[in-house]
């Protein structure tokens, strides 16, 4: 299979420390490796820097675009933005922070010779104890709540189309990171099938862990779980 056009939707919040590391190694991995690419950041409402320094590397390379919240709206925001603005088949997200390096996203590709959709797990991130068992509960709640029956970690290969025009981007109530777990879901639903692949992390160049796993996040996603649960059931009496 050749590989798809693809959009690198990186979502960005305060990330004006690791966002040049991030986008010359992106730009290094699509100038060489990629046919057809751009780079979107969607600044999700930063206070430092990171749009200012998103429009200069716009300004030298015209396949960097910069969409712009006014506030903080959140992950699942983020993606519908840049979704919206892809022009690409193939959307893929990345964090700003540089965690996943856009060139594994070269181990995904080879995979979409299986299926139409590609997840990705990390193969070199433990965990702690507490967020071990954090992540397996709620991977236990979802399985329970609405069936998922996926493993996901990392970020994932997604059709634009499927997403727009056959899903429809308005129909996703999800704004946090559930957003992706609920695409996926009814894509699912729809009848497309995954093929996984084994992704490698790096930790966040200002020594942080992640913005994601704390209980006031974990209630939220929960909640969007449960919504999800309650608008599959209306939309299938």
Known sequence: MST???????????????LPRTLDEALAY???????????????GSTDKSAEIVRAYAMREPRVRLLQ??????MGAGLKTGITA??????????????????EVAKMLPKLAEAPIVLSTYGNRPNNAVRTAISRSFRLFMRAAIGVDFA???????????????????VIGANTFFFSFELIVRAKRLGYQTA????????RLDGGGSRVA???QIKRVADEVIKLRARI????P
């Open 4 to 18: 798809p056009s693809l959009s690198l939707i990186y979502l960005c919040l305060n990330e004006q420390q690791a």
């Open 30 to 44: 699509c100038r060489a490796q990629l046919p057809d690419w751009e780079i979107l950041v969607v600044d999700d």
């Open 69 to 74: 919240h006014p506030r903080n709206l959140g």
């Open 86 to 103: 892809s022009t690409k088949a193939y959307f893929c997200m990345l964090a700003a922070d540089g965690q996943i390096p856009a060139a």
């Open 152 to 170: 996901l970690e990392g970020t994932y290969l997604f059709p634009v189309a499927v997403a727009r025009d056959e899903i429809g981007l308005q």
């Open 196 to 203: 996984d692949s084994v992704i490698a992390s790096l930790p």
């Open 214 to 216: 704390n209980l006031k």
């Open 233 to 236: 059931s209306a939309e299938n």
